[in-house]
């Protein structure tokens, strides 16, 4: 190219040097133009916003428009809306599955509100669907696949086995086993909606005399037996502060004189104590004293002592050995 002819990177360059040195040159004119115009600017910025915000006004009125003329179609001609999804989704699938994913995204919240909403009304329709659309998938040959890696494996196994020695422990301990009454989320919402409903429920005031006078008095034996139950429980709160009190303090201690019990049984042909759990009893031994109630702070008779005193077993290490 000639020199009479620059190019456009040469003309650019050589545009924004004499804008750098006429800047340069006049440092402070920008800041008196906006300072002897600053109404003028103001009026200008204001048109400027109330355009743009016509436009976006008349883009959206025009695209809700459209939307609601096709809803209308589509009501109106359901084979056809129908058949006219069926061409696009078979020339278009990516482009309809990606508009999909979009639209779940953008409406996620909603759509799963919508969700617990139907299962919560009827749980058992919800739990039908859910089935169907596992089959659907398994004849689609979509079924999954996945397999626990043997990390997950081994965990699954630990929890097994602890759960295990947990129920020995606690048949060994005289104590009920654990019963848990288990159900599926849209049971536990359809439930938690019907209890929200029945308590927030206006009563009338007839309604609220004739709940009134159903009521009898807590027959005594009931009074008495739950007061025998709460201060059972403050002792037992009381007993196993101090116990855990005085554990923290002397645990070395404790540890070491059932460690010495424990050889001198082993030596003696009788089996050595569980050092896990002996120094603990100790303790609470210890803190139980000058309680008329000692005895409700024992393994078999209330739960909260036999987790406290099973607490070490829980981080279990290797076997000690004497």
């Known amino acids: 190219m ?24 006049h440092p402070g004119y920008y800041a008196e133009y906006r300072e002897r115009n600053r109404e003028d600017i103001r009026r200008k910025n204001r048109e400027r916003e109330r355009d743009r915000a016509q436009r976006e006004r008349e ?34 699938p990516e482009a309809y599955k990606q508009a999909q994913r979009d639209y779940y995204h953008r409406n996620r919240d909603a759509i799963a509100e919508r969700r617990r909403a139907r299962e919560a009304a009827d749980p058992q329709k919800a739990n039908e669907a859910r089935r169907r659309a596992v089959d659907r998938a398994r004849a689609g040959g979509r079924d999954s696949a996945w397999s626990p890696t043997p990390e997950q494996r081994a965990t699954y196994r630990e929890r097994e086995n602890e759960a295990r020695r947990l129920a020995r422990r606690r048949a060994r301990a005289g104590l009920p086993e654990r019963q848990l009454h288990r159900v599926h ?74 460690a010495e019990v424990s050889r001198a049984r082993f030596r003696g042909g009788m089996l050595p104590l569980d050092v896990h759990t002996e120094p603990r009893r100790h303790a609470l031994e210890f803190a139980s004293r000058g309680y008329l109630r000692a005895s409700v702070a024992s393994p078999t008779s209330s739960i909260t002592v036999f987790r406290w005193l099973t607490t070490d077993l829980a981080k279990r290490g290797p076997e000690i050995s004497l």
């Open 2 to 25: 000639s020199d009479t002819h620059p190019s456009d990177e040469e003309r650019a360059a050589r545009l924004a040097a004499q804008r750098k040195a006429w800047n340069d040159a």
């Open 59 to 92: 883009e959206k009125a025009r695209r809700q428009k459209g939307i609601d003329r096709a809803t209308a179609w589509a009501k109106e001609h359901p084979e056809e809306r129908q058949r006219a999804r069926e061409r696009y989704k078979q020339k278009h």
């Open 185 to 258: 989320a849209p049971d536990r919402r359809h439930n938690d909606a019907a209890a929200d409903e029945f308590f927030a429920k206006r009563r009338s005031g007839q309604e609220v005399a004739r709940i009134r006078e159903q009521d009898v008095p807590t027959p005594p034996e009931l009074v008495h037996a739950m007061q025998e139950r709460s201060e059972n429980r403050r002792v037992v709160r009381e007993i196993l502060a101090i116990a855990e009190e005085y554990f923290a303090e002397h645990e070395v201690e404790l540890r070491a004189r059932v």
